[in-house]
């Protein structure tokens, strides 16, 4: 494994995307960056994945992480929702693919438990241990910023346990764990 390495955590959403980026050095994280993307002043859908995935690819241009942590959507009573979030998760982790960047996705109830030890944690609980984790000076208005960095810190502290499956760079990746999948016809 690399002695440094960026990860770009994502909070994936059509109202609000949340990201934040941290680096490794070591075993030692150190905080990059936390912003988000304004989404709710935008009314046609196709347009906000799109910006999803642009402003996703420009993020990777920027920082060149290493890996990409997501945010998996987190099942509701409103199927519309779900679809939605499912859309916007999906254009993030496409553009880290196209990019070539390795994708890992986590429950919500996963990174909650990563950063607080409490699955069910607030979102201003989340906030907190990551302003102490990381000495942050402030938080944002929004926390949907601080839930895509608490996807990266998340993926740091989970780094090199295989839970629940495989995780794949693309389709070469794919193929290559997968040879007895393939026939020869």
């Not at 916007?88 to 429950?107: D, H, K, N, W």
């Amino acid at each position: 494994m690399a002695t440094e390495r960026i990860i770009l955590g994502i909070d994936p959403g059509t109202t609000i995307m949340g990201f934040g980026v941290i680096k490794i050095v070591g075993k030692k994280m150190e905080f990059v960056q936390m912003n988000e993307l304004l989404l709710s002043k935008y009314n046609d859908p196709y347009l906000k994945l799109k910006m999803i995935f642009e402003r996703t690819v420009e993020l990777i241009d920027t920082y060149h992480p290493d890996e990409l942590a997501i945010e998996a959507p987190f099942f509701g009573k409103n199927v519309q929702s779900m679809l939605k979030l499912g859309r916007a998760q999906g254009v993030a982790m496409a553009a880290g693919l196209s990019r070539q960047i390795p994708v890992t996705e986590y429950l919500p109830k996963k990174i909650k438990m990563a950063i607080t030890g409490n699955g069910n944690a607030s979102k201003e609980q989340v906030a907190l241990m990551l302003k102490s984790l990381l000495e942050l000076k402030e938080l944002p208005k929004n926390l949907d910023a601080t839930d895509g960095l608490a996807a990266a810190v998340c993926h740091f502290y989970n780094s090199g346990v295989k839970v629940g499956g495989k995780n794949y760079s693309g389709w070469a990746s794919f193929v290559s764990q997968n040879k007895n999948k393939i026939s020869g016809n």
